[in-house]
């Protein structure tokens, strides 16, 4: 559990220190286009820490469960009904994730060799916090695919109850 807090703390802080990098960059930028400097590689970072946040970003939002749902399909089940379905959710995210980490690594290897023209850092730098977003959800999905089957051995959890949690 302190292994998971440590994690969750280091996403935070890393995502904090992305988005101020993100506005002060922006700022910084239009301060000196407003006296007519340009900074030529200031796009190349703004397009870098975007990507990074909305992927690192994307991870917070799986691991709290706060994903877009079909709560309309979800609520007209009976409890064992959406069990099932519930089931069945999380084999093809894991499917869909196995899918996405196999085409992010080939795309991280296949970008290494290209390099950005301002920066002239690989372009496998953009597509990394993709492979590692993937990589990220599909552990949290096991993680909490496996606590919730202890629960269940242990009759902490009944069937029909709520798998990943509440949504």
């Known amino acids: 559990m302190k292994v998971g807090i440590f994690f969750n703390r280091l996403i935070y802080y890393f995502l904090s220190i992305l988005i101020i990098c993100l506005v002060l960059l922006v700022f910084v930028n239009v301060v000196f286009r407003w006296f007519g400097i340009s900074i030529f590689w200031s796009e190349e970072i703004t397009k870098l820490l975007f ?3 909305t992927f690192i970003g994307a991870i917070v939002v799986f691991q709290k469960n706060k994903h877009i749902v079909s709560e309309i399909l979800f609520e007209h089940f009976q409890k064992k009904v959406k ?29 290494m060799k290209t390099i950005t023209p301002a920066l002239m850092i ?11 977003s993937f990589f990220a959800m599909f ?5 909490r695919f496996h606590s919730r089957l202890i629960k269940i051995k242990q009759g902490k959890l009944k069937v029909g109850e709520d798998l990943l949690g509440e949504r």
């Open 139 to 143: 552990i949290i999905l096991v993680k």
């Open 122 to 132: 690989p372009y496998s730098v953009f597509s990394l916090p993709a492979l590692i």
């Open 83 to 111: 069990w099932i379905v519930e089931i069945i959710d999380i084999f093809l995210i894991a499917m869909i994730l196995v899918v996405l980490i196999i085409a992010s690594i080939k795309l991280v290897i296949l970008q």
């Open 51 to 53: 990507i990074w946040i």
